[in-house]
């Protein structure tokens, strides 16, 4: 049964709170008891699900997939409602000249790596999972494989858009010595919901290890791990 549905059938049955959980699934809540799940499609309807929220009253938490392990991110809030961006997915203006592109808020750096490969980019130093997204990884302070240069996600992005608390989309072009800037590019999600990013990418494979190496790799690690989801439940 989908999130959406889910979702449906809690308000239809006046049930009034629902557990949201982890890329883990069932029985791995990150938050315990929501009002809503709610699969965006698109940032638009992001900016009317938190205006509307205001209106409301109601807790907005954004969700990508769900990479965690801890049941802290809404405090236990039966009034909040989650953003999934999953699906808010879209990669476009890429200028491999002046080294950039747009990403939407649920670009994986699987999805974004895959992207680039195909039309002979890369994005330098990578991310070392597949279900978290570039988004999320710059809202929480992640790092890449990197312990030097760029290290953070957050070093990688040219500009910002954010949704914040009154549900207006604010654009905040980087710039070290701006507070908004350097509140906005690790903000733990207090100052909204970041809906895109224009981030900076490199020509050719300029991975510090092969990309497609990398990528194989990881898609390896991936196939193994749901093998042993579904031997675990299977037994």
Not at 78 to 95: A, F, G, K
Not at 132 to 140: D, F, K
Request: hydrophobic share 40%.
């Amino acid at each position: 049964m989908s999130l959406r549905i889910l979702s449906l059938l809690a308000i239809g049955l006046g049930v009034n709170a629902i557990p949201y959980n982890t890329f883990d699934g069932e029985g791995f809540p990150a938050c315990k008891d929501v009002r809503q799940i709610i699969n965006a499609t698109s940032v638009d309807q992001m900016v009317a699900v938190v205006k509307d929220a205001v209106k409301s009253g109601a807790k907005v938490r954004a969700s990508g997939k769900g990479h965690m392990w801890y049941d802290t991110m809404c405090s236990d809030d039966p009034n909040t409602i989650i953003v999934r961006t999953e699906e808010v997915n879209d990669i476009y203006d890429l200028d491999l000249e002046g080294g950039s592109v747009m990403i939407e808020a649920g670009v994986t750096f699987f999805q974004l790596a895959e992207y680039l490969h195909a039309r002979g980019g890369s994005v330098g130093y990578t991310l070392v999972n597949w279900n978290i997204t570039l988004a999320g990884s710059v809202a929480m302070g992640a790092h890449r494989s990197s312990l030097r240069e760029d290290s953070m996600v957050a070093a990688g992005v040219l500009s910002i858009d954010i949704i914040d608390g009154t549900g207006t989309l604010r654009h905040i072009e980087r710039d070290n010595n701006n507070d908004d800037w350097l509140a906005a590019s690790t903000s733990l999600g207090l100052l909204g919901v970041i809906a895109r990013m224009k981030f900076k990418i490199y020509p050719g494979e300029s991975c510090k290890i092969p990309c497609r190496s990398g990528l194989n790799t990881l898609t390896r690690g991936h196939a193994r791990l749901q093998g042993l989801r579904h031997a675990e439940d299977s037994g």
